[in-house]
């Protein structure tokens, strides 16, 4: 291998550096590539040198970030296919565990989703993890930064705390393709409990987390005051309050997501007290 580094004239040590931009380049695209494809569907005829400016993405120059969306086909506003959500290519991808997957019941999965907000010309971003069978918003996360430890790792440590001692092991923990959702910390937090990690490859295909980030900024913060982190941070945790404690489903037969899982919990609470052994 040494005598590769001299043939090539590089150091070992320049390669390793070498690599490691790589792997941080390829990281920062995974990052990013979901809500370039958001912002694009908002507003279609926007540029690249635009969205950088309302993106502002920490270690990245501007001339870098047009290249990106040059290499992701976005350089020139083109037609949005609001169904693909995700490049694969060179993305780690999970099975789509929750395809011809029926749900009858809490804890079986759980689907997630990154959006942006927008307060003035700063982008923050908000992550929702919620149970794919009762609706309910489990865990959430707000921050001005899209790497894993600000947004997923937040939101689904505060899943798991909600859930306490009625986290099983074996939920699937569905999402889109976006490099938070295999982030090596991510991916040992769901390790350590239990998780099976899913992907979808379509939008459609995660359409439970897509829709919650419509009805939490269209049906709430749109109405709230947002016109500081502070003030985002208070209303996205009121709008979810009110998600979880008072909105009927219809496809809960119009009861709200609070409803559903205090059901399905009190079933599992007999069912703990029934097996445990009689003195």
Same mark, same amino acid.
């Given at each position: 291998?040494?005598?590769?580094?001299?043939?090539?004239?590089?150091?070992?040590?320049?390669?390793?550096?070498?690599?490691?931009?790589?792997?941080?380049?390829?990281?920062?695209?995974?990052?990013?590539?979901?809500?370039?494809?958001?912002?694009?569907?908002?507003?279609?005829?926007?540029?690249?040198?635009?969205?950088?400016?309302?993106?502002?993405?920490?270690?990245?120059?501007?001339?870098?970030?047009?290249?990106?969306?040059?290499?992701?086909?976005?350089?020139?506003?083109?037609?949005?296919?609001?169904?693909?959500?995700?490049?694969?290519?060179?993305?780690?991808?999970?099975?789509?565990?929750?395809?011809?997957?029926?749900?009858?019941?809490?804890?079986?999965?759980?689907?997630?989703?990154?959006?942006?907000?927008?307060?003035?010309?700063?982008?923050?971003?908000?992550?929702?993890?919620?149970?794919?069978?009762?609706?309910?918003? /489990?865990? %959430?996360?707000?921050?001005? !930064?899209?790497?894993? =430890?600000?947004?997923? @790792?937040?939101? *689904?440590?505060?899943?798991? +705390?909600?859930?306490?001692?009625?986290?099983?092991?074996?939920?699937?923990?569905?999402?889109?393709?976006?490099?938070?959702?295999?982030?090596?910390?991510?991916?040992?937090?769901?390790?350590?409990?239990?998780?099976?990690?899913?992907?979808?490859?379509?939008?459609?295909?995660?359409?439970?987390?897509?829709?919650?980030?419509?009805?939490?900024?269209?049906?709430?913060?749109?109405?709230?005051?947002?016109?500081?982190?502070?003030?985002?941070?208070?209303?996205?945790?009121?709008?979810?309050?009110?998600?979880?404690?008072?909105?009927?489903?219809?496809? /809960?037969? %119009?009861?709200?997501?609070? !409803?559903?899982?205090? =059901?399905?919990?009190? @079933?599992?609470? *007999?069912?703990?007290?029934? +097996?445990?052994?009689?003195?």
């Amino acid at each position: 291998m040494n005598q590769l580094y001299q043939v090539i004239g590089i150091s070992k040590q320049a390669m390793h550096q070498y690599l490691n931009r790589l792997m941080h380049q390829d990281e920062t695209v995974a990052y990013l590539e979901p809500i370039i494809i958001q912002i694009r569907a908002d507003h279609k005829t926007m540029s690249c040198r635009a969205m950088y400016y309302m993106i502002k993405p920490p270690g990245i120059g501007r001339d870098k970030f047009e290249a990106i969306c040059h290499n992701l086909g976005y350089t020139v506003p083109r037609p949005v296919n609001h169904i693909r959500t995700t490049n694969s290519n060179g993305v780690v991808r999970f099975e789509n565990h929750l395809q011809n997957y029926t749900l009858t019941g809490i804890n079986q999965a759980m689907v997630s989703d990154i959006t942006y907000f927008q307060i003035k010309n700063r982008f923050y971003y908000i992550t929702f993890i919620l149970d794919a069978y009762s609706r309910y918003i /489990l865990g %959430y996360s707000v921050s001005d !930064t899209l790497v894993t =430890e600000k947004t997923t @790792l937040p939101a *689904l440590q505060m899943a798991i +705390k909600h859930r306490g001692k009625y986290l099983p092991q074996g939920i699937i923990f569905h999402s889109d393709g976006g490099g938070q959702y295999y982030a090596k910390s991510f991916l040992k937090l769901t390790a350590k409990h239990g998780f099976i990690n899913s992907m979808c490859e379509y939008a459609y295909e995660n359409g439970k987390a897509e829709r919650i980030n419509g009805v939490i900024k269209n049906n709430y913060l749109r109405f709230c005051d947002t016109s500081n982190p502070n003030k985002l941070l208070k209303a996205v945790d009121r709008s979810v309050y009110l998600y979880n404690q008072d909105k009927p489903h219809k496809a /809960l037969k %119009y009861k709200t997501p609070n !409803t559903i899982e205090n =059901e399905h919990l009190s @079933l599992l609470s *007999l069912s703990a007290k029934n +097996k445990q052994p009689t003195s």
